[in-house]
Each structure stands twice: as C-alpha cells, then as structure tokens.
C-alpha cells in the first residue's frame, strides 16, 4: 500500500506544494485542525479529475497515519505502534489499520474510517468478529472523521465495539486504554 508521501509525490507540482506543507504541518502539530487541512486540500482534487477512488484511498492513508500518531504519544512507553499490519488468522492475513503490539503480541487493533457510514461499519465489525475469535484478549477500536450513519445504528455498534470520533481520541485512549489495557 502506498503511504500518504508517495501519494504526494504523485501530484502535479502546481499542487504538490500545499498539499505537502499541510502534511507535514500535520504530522508535526498532530493538530485536528491540520488533519482537517489535508482532506480539504484532497477534497479539492475532484476539480482537477482525480476519481473519487484515489481520493477516498488517499484520505484514507492520511487519516490512518494521523491515527498511528496519535496512538505513538500515548503509547510510546506501552507498545509499538504499526500502520497497516498483517495479523494471521489460521493462514488467513487480515490487514489492520493499525495495530498496537508489544515484543510480537497483538495488544489492540485500531480500524480507521473516514467515512463511517453503515457499510463500513458492519465490515469493521465483520473484522472485529473475526480477530477477535483467535485473539479474544485484544482490544478493538473504530475511529472514524466523519459519521454518515444514523444515531440509532452507532447506539446499536457501540454496544459491541467502541467508536471514537477522531475529536476524542486521545482522551478516549488516556481514560479507557492508557494504563488498564495497555499495560497487560
């Protein structure tokens, strides 16, 4: 899979440029407003022809190592942080957003999506049924940066696996994860 500089670097040079100023702004602040940058700046490539598939797969990566940073200041001292990893289930991979291991032991699976609407999350909870079936100590989260499904549905998932409006991610992980979960 191709990371969010090598998505850059594909850009012609009349927009390469902000779009890698926004990045890096974001990557270096790891502020919410910067993130919010960057998929506007993506967003914009609908004028320039780009298809809604490269789009979507770019905000994706850029949301994805948005999340890995995030999850790398809480965890830095509890585990490794990992974008994009294969877990094997029975000589089956699943490829995880990003993942939370400690030495080679899975501590929990983070599922990112941009935009949450109903068929994203029964496949992210498809995912968790899966993993959690062979790895029934882990913990699993779903972040996601915009919600296009209904109250009632979210009310109904966050029964079985939390989450997380990117908003709240941090303070989410410092007061569910960071000590109770993570330290295990």
Same mark, same amino acid.
């Given at each position: 899979?191709?990371?969010?500089?090598?998505?850059?670097?594909? !850009?012609?040079?009349?927009?390469?440029?902000?779009?890698?100023?926004?990045?890096?702004?974001?990557?270096?602040?790891?502020?919410?407003?910067?993130?919010?940058?960057?998929?506007?700046?993506?967003?914009?490539?609908?004028?320039?022809?780009?298809?809604?598939?490269?789009?979507?797969?770019?905000?994706?990566?850029?949301?994805?190592?948005? #999340?890995?940073?995030?999850?790398?200041?809480?965890?830095?001292? !509890?585990?490794?942080?990992?974008?994009?990893?294969?877990?094997?289930?029975?000589?089956?991979? #699943?490829? @995880?957003?990003?993942?939370?291991?400690?030495?080679?032991?899975?501590?929990? #699976?983070?599922?990112?999506?941009?935009?949450?609407?109903?068929?994203?999350?029964? #496949?992210?909870?498809?995912?968790?049924?899966?993993?959690?079936?062979?790895?029934?100590?882990?913990?699993?989260? @779903?972040?996601?940066?915009?919600?296009?499904?209904?109250?009632?549905?979210?009310?109904?998932?966050?029964?079985?696996?939390?989450?997380?409006?990117?908003?709240? !991610?941090?303070?989410?992980?410092?007061?569910?994860?960071?000590?109770?979960?993570?330290?295990?």
């Amino acid at each position: 899979m191709k990371t969010a500089e090598e998505y850059i670097e594909e !850009l012609p040079n009349s927009i390469r440029g902000s779009i890698l100023r926004a990045y890096y702004r974001m990557i270096t602040s790891k502020d919410l407003k910067d993130l919010n940058l960057v998929m506007k700046e993506i967003l914009e490539l609908r004028s320039m022809g780009y298809t809604a598939q490269y789009i979507g797969k770019f905000r994706s990566i850029i949301f994805e190592e948005y #999340v890995a940073l995030i999850l790398k200041d809480i965890c830095k001292s !509890l585990g490794n942080v990992m974008h994009q990893v294969k877990i094997s289930l029975k000589g089956y991979d #699943v490829t @995880v957003d990003v993942a939370v291991m400690r030495a080679k032991s899975l501590i929990m #699976v983070i599922e990112c999506k941009v935009d949450l609407d109903a068929s994203r999350l029964k #496949v992210a909870l498809g995912e968790y049924i899966l993993i959690n079936r062979y790895y029934s100590d882990i913990s699993f989260l @779903v972040v996601y940066f915009n919600s296009l499904i209904s109250e009632k549905l979210m009310e109904i998932a966050k029964e079985i696996i939390p989450i997380v409006h990117i908003s709240n !991610l941090k303070g989410y992980l410092e007061k569910e994860y960071s000590l109770k979960v993570l330290k295990r």
